[in-house]
């Protein structure tokens, strides 16, 4: 007995042509053109813009625990840790140990103060020169549209 080819819905470009639209692929594209962008003006510093942000962020909120910066940054551990090799490795960021001896607590050194201090400048010029790009009434609105989406996606 042979069986019948289930029947497929005959699939044409002009049905494919609205997933130009799609959220997703924009997004990294944008995401991909921005951190591109980032990378390139902190190479006098020898930082790629997720590396600033890192730093960044342990700065404001460390010494802390890798998931709950990993939750603060909305990343998963794995991506964080392969975003923290390098930092460890050029001295700086290091593991201090927590309150108990489970915890282990990514903490700045002075080495990645001073790069950060270095970065900052660089990272304000960068995002003014994106800003302006867009524009202020547009900055604002995709902001909030980005921080809304991200929010509500979380809740979803």
Not at 18 to 26: D, K, V, W
Not at 99 to 113: A, P, Y
């Amino acid at each position: 007995m042979l069986k019948r080819k289930k029947e497929v819905a005959e699939l044409t470009k002009e049905q494919c042509i609205e997933g130009r639209e799609c959220a997703g692929f924009n997004l990294k594209m944008a995401t991909r053109a921005v951190q591109n962008f980032f990378d390139n003006a902190f190479r006098s510093v020898d930082l790629e813009g997720t590396q600033y942000t890192v730093l960044s962020h342990i700065f404001i909120a460390g010494p802390i625990p890798l998931t709950k910066l990993a939750g603060i940054m909305y990343v998963d551990r794995t991506t964080l840790g392969r975003n923290l090799k390098p930092l460890y490795r050029r001295g700086l960021v290091e593991m201090k140990q927590g309150s108990d001896r489970r915890e282990k607590l990514i903490c700045i050194t002075e080495s990645g103060i001073e790069v950060l201090s270095k970065a900052l400048p660089i990272w304000r010029e960068t995002q003014k020169k994106i800003k302006d790009i867009i524009g202020d009434v547009h900055w604002d609105t995709m902001i909030s549209n980005l921080r809304k989406l991200t929010h509500n996606l979380r809740e979803y």
